[in-house]
Structure formats: structure tokens, C-alpha cells
């Protein structure tokens, strides 16, 4: 075993192109009020990246996830069907807006599973969001599938998929919009999240959920109903600062290499894992969809090992690594923030409720530790020690 603790992972890396780029931009523009600067830019570099006619950019995931609930229509009296094990920002702008947010408990990738949804479907069930959990892309034909049968809008939460496509199709690409969180995601902005879409009408509306006045009184159709919004917008403003945009059209510029180097990590441990009965890859079967590239998912297995996941991990960071077993990514329909029987109701009212149990999501969380992905050049050595550390306490640690 490699014993030298190497680097810890940081991302982005800051190298002398993003300084640059940033740099520029102090210089060029410290707010724009409408598309022709460079959140115009970043957008038109993102909606190419993403497969999309249109994207537009937020200051966080979570407000972009907010802007697509508003921009779908979305409000009290409407229900969606959300993952009950997810990052809890796919739900709670849905919550914040009084839909009320039914779970819906994990397939064996630990996404959405679509044989839960015919039990979950009301008469007030309007849409489904469903999220790529750890790259993995969900069972995007099923749900379209399900979701064109009953009439409901498909989102998708594509947060940690930016890389990922289901069935030689691009994940993002299967619903009416998406969002991608640009946190410290594959591409990553700092903060910031964008909704991408191929519909007019969504791109409009999602405009008037952050970007208002002049950007879009020039870009919305003076003919739409909503056109007198545009001064106003719906009330919320929540775009993208210049900076951000700037180091995302530098991550942008630099996808290929990330992906390269990263599905080459993914790789290697694959091969090195093959047979390990202690671990393996959780990582979707290539002819179903290719991952996002967003962390190393791994998929424990306890009849195999004489110590629980935890421990495993434990031993792991021990020995210098960054494995972990997601802590804030949880089931996260027991949360109270989901559970305001009307929008009207202080937050201080809300009741406790019985938890719910998803055996699904359970069973996925109990046996999956990740670590970092990396990507850099320099990582070379990180990523030698992540693998050897790993093949040696797995060896270990098997009954
Ligand atoms: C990161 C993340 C979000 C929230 O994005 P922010 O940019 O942090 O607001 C939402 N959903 C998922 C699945 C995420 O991983």
C-alpha cells in the first residue's frame, strides 16, 4: 500500500486559465442586466453542452430547481412525486411553493423507482422529478413512458449526471426542463445552477422567475400572455452573477478533458474491482446509459465482509482516503418542511408526522460509500492510492 497521503481533492482546480478568465471579467463586466454579456455567453456554451435548444443560468441549483416548479405551473392544490432519497434541494423549492411533495422510494441505483408510481398517482398529481443519483441515469424510458401515459410533466434533477445519457440520449433531454446544479458539480460555477429546455414558453416563463426588467423585456415574445410581467418578473431575482459565468465557460471549455480523465478513473477501477467480492462499482451497465462522472460510487456488500460499510470507510480514511457514506443526502421525506398541510400555515404549526420507511432508498444507503472522482493531471497519484488503499482493506476485511 501506498502509505504518502496524497492531496486532497479540491475542484475546481484554480490553474492560471481561470485566474485569466476570471480576471477578464472584473475587468469587462461586474453585472449584467440582460444576454449579451457573458451569462448570454455561458448559457449558449451550456444549452450545446447539455443537448438543449435553451439554458438559463441561476445563482444556485435551488433557485434554478425554483424557477422550473414556478415556470411548470406548479403551486398548492398540485402534487408531484419526488425521489424520497435524493439531495433534498430536487424537493424543497416544490414545498417552498406549496405543492404538496409525494416520495416515492429507490430502485436498486438508489433513483426513482417507476414501478412505485402507479401507487402514488392522484388526481392532482402533476408531475414527477426524478434525479440521477451518484451519475447513475434513472429509468428515463419508463418514466417518460409513464409519464406520457398519465398526462404529467417529466423534470429531471441532473445535478450529478452532467455527463450521464440513458439509452444513447443525453439525460436532461427526456422531460419538458431540467436542472443542473453548477455547485461543486462536474461542471461547476462556484455557485450556481442552470434550467435547460427545449420549449419557448418554459424558457420564457423560467426567465421571469429570476432574470426580470431588461433581459426580459428583450428576449420574452411581446405577444405571450405574460409579456407584462416583464418588468416585475414574478417577484424572485436570482440569475447568475458575471463571475460565476466566467469560470463556467472556463469548466466549459475544459469538459472533455474532465470527462476523459475522469470515465479513465472510473475505468481502472472497474478493472481492479472485477471479482472483488467486497466492493464493487456502482456504476450503470453500459448498455443501459453511461454515469455522470460526479463521484466514484461504490456498492458495498456485507455478506461478503466482516465489517459493516461504515467500518470499511472508517478504515479507509484511516489510511488517508476520501471515502465517505453521504451524510446530508438522505431519505428526506420525514423532513417537516414537507409536511405544511396548506401554504398558509405558519412553519412553527407544521405537525410532527410518523416517519415513513423506504426500504428501497434504505437498503441503497446502507451499502454505498463514494469517494472523489478527481480529474486533474496531478491527481495521478491520489487516484493510485484510493485503489491500492481500497484493494488492500477490502483483501482485509473479506470473510
Ligand atoms: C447540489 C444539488 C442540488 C442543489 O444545488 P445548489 O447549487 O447547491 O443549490 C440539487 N439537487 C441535487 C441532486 C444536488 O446534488
Given at each position: 500500500?501506498?502509505?504518502?497521503?496524497?492531496?486532497?481533492?479540491?475542484?475546481?482546480?484554480?490553474?492560471?486559465?481561470?485566474?485569466?478568465?476570471?480576471?477578464?471579467?472584473?475587468?469587462?463586466?461586474?453585472?449584467?442586466r440582460?444576454?449579451?454579456g457573458?451569462?448570454?455567453?455561458?448559457?449558449?456554451?451550456?444549452?450545446?453542452?447539455?443537448?438543449?435548444?435553451?439554458?438559463?443560468?441561476?445563482?444556485?441549483g435551488?433557485?434554478?430547481?425554483?424557477?422550473?416548479?414556478?415556470?411548470?405551473?406548479?403551486?398548492?392544490?398540485?402534487?408531484?412525486i419526488?425521489?424520497?432519497?435524493?439531495?433534498?434541494?430536487?424537493?424543497?423549492?416544490?414545498?417552498?411553493?406549496?405543492?404538496?411533495?409525494?416520495?416515492?422510494?429507490?430502485?436498486?441505483?438508489?433513483?426513482?423507482?417507476?414501478?412505485?408510481?402507479?401507487?402514488?398517482l392522484?388526481?392532482r398529481?402533476?408531475?414527477?422529478i426524478?434525479?440521477?443519483?451518484?451519475?447513475?441515469?434513472?429509468?428515463?424510458?419508463?418514466?417518460?413512458?409513464?409519464?406520457?401515459a398519465?398526462?404529467?410533466?417529466?423534470?429531471?434533477?441532473?445535478?450529478?449526471a452532467?455527463?450521464?445519457?440513458?439509452?444513447?440520449?443525453?439525460?436532461?433531454?427526456?422531460?419538458?426542463?431540467a436542472?443542473?446544479?453548477?455547485?461543486?458539480?462536474?461542471?461547476?460555477?462556484?455557485?450556481?445552477?442552470?434550467?435547460?429546455?427545449?420549449?419557448?414558453?418554459?424558457?420564457?416563463?423560467?426567465?421571469?422567475?429570476g432574470?426580470?426588467?431588461?433581459?426580459?423585456?428583450?428576449?420574452i415574445?411581446?405577444?405571450a400572455?405574460?409579456?407584462?410581467?416583464?418588468?416585475?418578473?414574478?417577484?424572485?431575482?436570482?440569475?447568475?452573477t458575471?463571475?460565476?459565468?466566467?469560470i463556467?465557460?472556463?469548466?466549459?471549455?475544459?469538459?472533455?478533458?474532465?470527462?476523459?480523465?475522469?470515465?479513465?478513473?472510473?475505468?481502472?477501477?472497474?478493472?481492479?474491482?472485477?471479482?472483488?467480492p467486497?466492493v464493487?462499482?456502482?456504476t450503470?451497465?453500459?448498455?443501459?446509459?453511461?454515469?455522470?462522472?460526479?463521484?466514484?460510487?461504490?456498492?458495498?456488500?456485507?455478506?461478503?465482509?466482516?465489517?459493516?460499510?461504515?467500518?470499511?470507510?472508517?478504515?479507509?480514511?484511516?489510511h488517508?482516503?476520501?471515502?465517505?457514506?453521504?451524510?446530508?443526502?438522505?431519505?428526506?421525506?420525514?423532513?417537516?418542511?414537507?409536511?405544511?398541510?396548506?401554504?398558509?400555515?405558519?412553519?412553527?404549526?407544521?405537525?410532527?408526522?410518523?416517519?415513513?420507511?423506504?426500504?428501497?432508498?434504505?437498503?441503497?444507503?446502507?451499502?454505498?460509500v463514494?469517494?472523489?472522482?478527481?480529474?486533474?493531471?496531478?491527481?495521478?497519484?491520489?487516484?493510485?492510492?484510493?485503489?491500492?488503499?481500497?484493494?488492500?482493506?477490502s483483501?482485509?476485511?473479506?470473510?
Amino acid at each position: 500500500m501506498n502509505a504518502s497521503a496524497p492531496a486532497s481533492y479540491t475542484w475546481p482546480r484554480v490553474d492560471d486559465r481561470l485566474r485569466q478568465a476570471v480576471g477578464r471579467q472584473l475587468d469587462r463586466s461586474l453585472s449584467d442586466r440582460d444576454g449579451r454579456g457573458v451569462i448570454g455567453e455561458f448559457e449558449k456554451e451550456f444549452a450545446s453542452f447539455a443537448g438543449t435548444r435553451y439554458a438559463v443560468a441561476y445563482s444556485s441549483g435551488t433557485s434554478a430547481l425554483h424557477a422550473m416548479c414556478a415556470a411548470a405551473g406548479l403551486g398548492e392544490g398540485d402534487e408531484i412525486i419526488a425521489p424520497a432519497y435524493t439531495f433534498f434541494a430536487t424537493a424543497t423549492p416544490f414545498a417552498y411553493e406549496g405543492v404538496k411533495v409525494v416520495f416515492a422510494d429507490a430502485d436498486g441505483w438508489g433513483n426513482l423507482d417507476p414501478a412505485a408510481l402507479p401507487g402514488l398517482l392522484t388526481a392532482r398529481t402533476r408531475a414527477v422529478i426524478v434525479t440521477h443519483m451518484w451519475g447513475n441515469p434513472a429509468d428515463l424510458t419508463a418514466l417518460a413512458e409513464f409519464c406520457r401515459a398519465n398526462d404529467l410533466l417529466l423534470l429531471e434533477d441532473c445535478s450529478h449526471a452532467h455527463f450521464a445519457d440513458w439509452a444513447g440520449q443525453r439525460v436532461g433531454t427526456f422531460g419538458a426542463m431540467a436542472v443542473f446544479s453548477t455547485n461543486q458539480k462536474a461542471i461547476t460555477t462556484g455557485e450556481g445552477g442552470v434550467l435547460v429546455t427545449d420549449h419557448d414558453q418554459f424558457r420564457e416563463l423560467a426567465l421571469l422567475h429570476g432574470h426580470y426588467n431588461k433581459r426580459a423585456f428583450q428576449e420574452i415574445n411581446p405577444q405571450a400572455p405574460h409579456y407584462r410581467y416583464a418588468l416585475t418578473g414574478m417577484g424572485l431575482k436570482s440569475r447568475m452573477t458575471t463571475l460565476s459565468a466566467a469560470i463556467g465557460l472556463d469548466q466549459l471549455g475544459k469538459a472533455d478533458d474532465i470527462e476523459e480523465r475522469r470515465r479513465a478513473i472510473l475505468d481502472r477501477f472497474a478493472d481492479v474491482l472485477d471479482g472483488n467480492p467486497v466492493v464493487s462499482l456502482a456504476t450503470v451497465d453500459p448498455e443501459r446509459g453511461s454515469n455522470g462522472l460526479y463521484v466514484l460510487g461504490l456498492r458495498f456488500h456485507p455478506e461478503a465482509a466482516t465489517v459493516t460499510a461504515q467500518q470499511l470507510t472508517d478504515r479507509l480514511i484511516q489510511h488517508g482516503c476520501e471515502f465517505d457514506m453521504p451524510g446530508s443526502t438522505g431519505v428526506i421525506a420525514n423532513e417537516p418542511l414537507f409536511h405544511r398541510p396548506e401554504r398558509a400555515m405558519p412553519w412553527t404549526m407544521v405537525p410532527d408526522v410518523e416517519p415513513a420507511v423506504f426500504p428501497g432508498a434504505q437498503r441503497f444507503i446502507d451499502t454505498f460509500v463514494k469517494a472523489p472522482l478527481f480529474g486533474y493531471a496531478g491527481d495521478e497519484q491520489a487516484v493510485a492510492h484510493h485503489l491500492d488503499t481500497l484493494v488492500a482493506v477490502s483483501k482485509d476485511v473479506a470473510r
